[in-house]
């Protein structure tokens, strides 16, 4: 059992760069592969990055390859998702996922999520 709360969205312009948070209130934070995902109105949510418990392994979209970078801290119960060279395409509301077991892609395969927070990408 995890309770997720993002947090560090806001308006930026173009090319520009934002860090996103997401706090964990439970125990044994480490024990989950978290991911974050985003979904544009209009749009179905879709993965943008994963991360396995440890921190070993990370996973990106395509979309984001070389742009955006998820890290996490354990002993601070938080994960992270760097952003940079954002694009206006790039805004949508973004949330973080925790699941057991092993790292995933697939949105379905996530057990909790958090509330998300808004990401705006001006041209």
């Known amino acids: 059992q995890v309770e997720l709360v993002e947090s560090g969205g806001g308006l930026v312009q173009a090319g ?16 989950y592969h978290m991911g974050w995902f985003r979904q ?15 921190g ?23 994960v992270y998702l760097q952003m940079s060279s954002l694009k206006p395409e790039d805004t949508a509301v973004y949330y973080c996922a925790a699941r057991e077991f092993s790292v995933s892609r697939l949105d ?3 057990d909790y999520w958090g509330q998300g927070t808004q990401v705006t990408v001006s041209s």
């Open 16 to 31: 520009g760069s934002l860090r996103l948070s997401c706090a964990a209130a439970g125990r044994t934070f480490s024990n």
């Open 40 to 54: 544009a109105p209009g749009k179905e949510r879709e993965f943008v990055a994963a991360i396995n418990w440890s």
């Open 56 to 78: 070993g392994s990370t996973y990106y979209a395509g979309s984001v390859k070389g742009r955006f970078t998820i890290s996490r801290d354990n002993a601070k119960n938080t």
């Open 108 to 110: 379905y395969e996530y």
